[in-house]
């Protein structure tokens, strides 16, 4: 499944990237910031928290109401007949259908695998931006915006 839905990222990728190419040549002012119009850096911190908190929340509540129904590969291997032919991954999943190891299946079970997966996409979405974002613009962009608030205050 992770080599099918790698493929499917990449091409969403590829969509991203002619959709911002197009955007950069014909409407550029769509992704200018002005001056000091950007989020100081303790107001980007407490958003990117109450972003998570809600995720999380979001996560706990629907988690239990998910459909039993078979998603989109699922059903393409039950009416193509290789349903149970998967092979075993390097590592087996943490949270596969929706148990928590120690934990008794059922809503609770949902619950936290819900939260726990949220949890884990977001740090994993952390560790990359600060892998793709340079140190040097991390550092401009804190030193903006602590001028931009001792300027205000």
Known sequence: MLGVHALVGIGEAVITAMVLS???????????????????????????????????????????????????????????????????????????EYGVPGLATGLLATVVAGSVGTLLLFGLCWLLALGLVPRSRRSRQTSSARVAVESSG
């Open 22 to 96: 197009a955007v950069l040549r014909f409407r550029p002012e769509l992704l200018e910031i002005p001056g000091n119009a950007g989020v100081s850096a303790s107001r980007g911190r407490s958003l990117i928290g109450y972003g998570l908190g809600l995720s999380v929340a979001i996560a706990a509540v629907l988690a239990p109401i998910a459909c039993d129904s078979p998603d989109g590969l699922s059903s393409v291997a039950q009416s193509l007949g290789f349903q149970g032919a998967e092979r075993v991954g390097l590592v087996a999943a943490p949270l596969a």
